[in-house]
């Protein structure tokens, strides 16, 4: 009786081990998967790709608008918390500060969507739908919050957050967002 019972405990130590084994093994694989997709900003340098879209307003946007006089980009996500303190942030900054764009990634018509459009400045351009993926891959942008500052096409500064806007379209201090664990 004693050895049936030895063999079965034996038995069910080993499958639990080969079960554990294989989980490990799988999280392992899912951990280098995840950093291998892992969503980033773009580099200050980083030359901004042809693209066109339309603002909600109808108006194109396009590289040209990514000129001398340069760009304000924030790429927000519906839904997202850390976006929320990014959207609290734009609406404070005025007209005079130079362009700004806010591209919502989400459905154009989603009352989170819609919310987020509610609270941003008037001056702001705002882009929503596929265009906004169109965006984020010209100024390959692949996190969400991200915020940028372009001139000449070219991406001079991006980071996950905006502390405070300067006087003119190129003096902004914003915050990189912490290196991953």
Request: proline share 7%; with cysteine.
């Amino acid at each position: 009786m004693s050895n049936v019972v030895l063999t079965i405990v034996s038995v069910v130590a080993a499958v639990n081990l080969l079960l554990t084994l294989a989980a490990i093994r799988r999280v392992n694989e899912l951990a280098d998967r995840t950093s291998e997709t892992r969503a980033e900003r773009p580099v200050p340098g980083t030359g901004v790709a042809e693209f066109s879209v339309r603002d909600t307003t109808g108006a194109a946007l396009t590289l040209a608008d990514v000129g001398e006089d340069g760009l304000r980009v924030a790429f927000l996500l519906a839904g997202c918390a850390p976006c929320k303190e990014v959207e609290a942030s734009l609406a404070d900054i005025p007209a005079d500060q130079g362009a700004l764009v806010v591209a919502v990634n989400g459905r154009a018509n989603a009352p989170d969507v819609l919310e987020i459009i509610a609270g941003l400045p008037r001056h702001a351009r705002v882009v929503v739908g596929a265009d906004v993926l169109r965006m984020a891959t010209a100024f390959s942008v692949s996190a969400y919050p991200t915020v940028l500052y372009a001139a000449d096409g070219v991406v001079r500064v991006a980071a996950a957050s905006i502390l405070a806007s300067g006087p003119a379209p190129k003096l902004h201090t914003i915050v990189p967002a912490p290196a991953p664990a």
